[in-house]
């Protein structure tokens, strides 16, 4: 498994000024936020006392992130312990995330659409090569199909699953770097 990890802000989107910095990251043993200060805004205490009484675990249906880079995402189903508020006091928050979704900021978790790629699903589906190997063009020319394919479809209650294969990549004037890419797809007909 590729192990993610990104580095930005994070918040509520009902406190979206309640923002703390903190780490994304997602490896073999699931997907984990670090914030460094409270994920919950602080409850203003009386005026010259203090209540410490450690912490509680939270549930946080979604919270919302930008990382350094300046991606949007949002996560879902996070929990841990969350800090009381406590003057002066350096705060490390702990938590766990069911779903971490990257390129956009959403208020639920209703979708109609879903993608997901997966370690070793290229090797599985075993996908045609991207380059054309029949020998068609020049000595000096490289035939590459970048279009998307589906691979297989299957009609589900509500909605479609699909195998698709297709390229990503980039090319830039003096290079060109092209990986073939195997996802699975979901179209829902409601959320």
Sequence with gaps: MDVYSAEG???RPEASQDRVSGTLTSDEDGVELVVYGPLRPSIASKVGVVQIEGSEWAGTPVVHGRTRD???ITL?????LMSLPVPSAEVRETHTVSVACIGGHFSE???IQARAEFDWLDAWLDPPPIVDDNGAGARDETVVHVGRSEL????????TLRL???V????EPSAIHLDRRSAVSIDLNQP
């Design 9 to 11: 802000v994070w918040w």
């Design 164 to 166: 698709i294969t297709g």
């Design 70 to 72: 300046g991606a949007d």
């Design 76 to 80: 879902l189903d996070v929990g841990g």
């Design 152 to 159: 297989a479809r299957a009609e589900i209650a509500g909605g």
């Design 168 to 171: 990503a990549g980039r090319e």
């Design 109 to 111: 978790d209703a979708f």
